[in-house]
């Protein structure tokens, strides 16, 4: 089932007084059928709320949801078809896990009437999905963090949605049960094929599962597409520095006669920019040790981690306290000296205008 969100807005009647808060401001995109939509942000950006104007959990201030070519706007949540898991699992702690499972089926009534027989048959179909079949009978108490987050999409699984919305579902468990849990999930979703809109306020998370990610900022959605082209192609300094772990390098530069300046050295031959003033971001992956290179750091720590070395150096115009390069292990850093000195790739460096922050696209000069 495709969803299509139309101008959709949300206000909130500032409680403080004074103007209303915007939580969600003109958000036009269509989730294609059957992907798994990454919904990515700060805190505070508009996420849940986003989420909850599908559910239909909240109603919009103005604009349109549509499920497939259905106007769902004004639909209340019951009738949406929309399965919902939340980052605390909210299991009936004395009902077993099946009767968990089993519950939302109960609900249903008139012809969509279900026997005892078929509702035990299909949350058993769901816990099997999610790999709990064994912990039936157990109640959730007994279960891990992990496992229990599993009876939650079970759960949310078993009426079998239209669509799957899962709010930081993954925000309650410890790192190595996120890794696993979310890979579970990717699953999941690729073996129900079921649209789904997973809301993460972290960057790597929304990468690993996403088909596409959608990248939010106070309200406004930044930017949209698959989570490498994002990566490769951020429109604006804000996108480039929320996705990458360790985090973009950033640092005050100009552009001066078709070159990019860091300080008073030319890091970067290009064409195509006038000449302005900038922010110049370069990942951690866009440097090169280069003895006769044109960008010189003041050496702080090298830190091996087996297969890369981290160079953490500092420069005067950086924007952060330390800049981080990570550089193949084979090449040795002399740590006698104060400074290194590098060569940047021209896919990983990228300007911004410094006013707006929006990305500047340049041509690199031979
Ligand atoms: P996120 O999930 O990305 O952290 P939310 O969607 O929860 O963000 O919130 C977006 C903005 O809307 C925030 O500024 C938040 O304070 C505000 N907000 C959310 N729900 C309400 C509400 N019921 N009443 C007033 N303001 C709200
Ligand atoms: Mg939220």
Do not use: W
């Amino acid at each position: 089932m495709k969803i299509v969100l139309q101008n959709l807005t949300k206000k909130f009647p500032n409680r403080d007084g004074g103007e209303d808060v915007v939580a969600v401001n003109d958000f036009t995109f269509e989730i294609p059928d059957g992907k798994l939509i990454g919904l990515l942000g700060p805190s505070g950006c508009g996420k849940s709320t986003t989420l909850n104007l599908i559910s239909g959990l909240e109603t919009a201030s103005s604009g349109k949801i549509y499920f497939g070519d259905n106007d769902v706007t004004d639909l209340p949540p019951e009738n949406r078809g929309v399965g919902l898991v939340f980052q605390s699992y909210a299991l009936y702690p004395h009902m077993t896990v099946l009767q968990n499972i089993m519950f939302p089926l109960e609900n249903f009534k008139g012809k969509d009437k279900l026997s005892k027989e078929e509702m035990v048959k299909r949350a058993t179909e769901a816990a099997k999905l999610v790999q709990i079949e064994p912990f039936l009978n157990r109640k959730p108490r007994e279960m891990s963090g992990g496992q229990q987050q599993r009876v939650a999409i079970a759960r949310a699984l078993v009426k079998m949605p239209r669509v799957l919305l899962l709010d930081e579902p993954l925000s309650n468990l410890d790192a190595r049960l996120r890794l696993q849990t979310r890979e579970e999930i990717r699953r999941i979703q690729r073996e129900t094929n079921i649209t789904t809109v997973f809301v993460t306020h972290d960057q790597e998370e929304a990468m690993s599962i996403s088909d596409m990610i959608v990248v939010m900022k106070l309200g406004i959605v930044q930017q949209i597409g698959k989570p490498q082209d994002v990566y490769d192609y951020p429109v604006n300094l804000f996108v480039a520095k929320f996705l990458g772990t360790p985090p973009i390098n950033v640092f005050e530069g100009k552009v001066r006669n078709n070159q990019i300046f860091i300080g008073d050295e030319a890091v970067l031959d290009i064409e195509g920019v006038e000449d302005k003033d900038v922010f110049v971001g370069i990942r951690p992956e866009g440097f090169i040790l280069d003895e006769n290179g044109p960008f010189t750091c003041k050496l702080n720590a090298v830190e091996v981690m087996g297969r890369d070395t981290s160079v953490v150096t500092t420069h005067e115009k950086a924007l952060v306290d330390s800049i981080r390069s990570i550089i193949s292990a084979e090449n040795k850093v002399d740590t006698t000296k104060e400074t290194v000195r590098f060569t940047l790739k021209p896919h990983k460096t990228f300007i911004f205008d410094h006013e707006t922050e929006e990305s500047i696209p340049y041509k690199v000069r031979k």
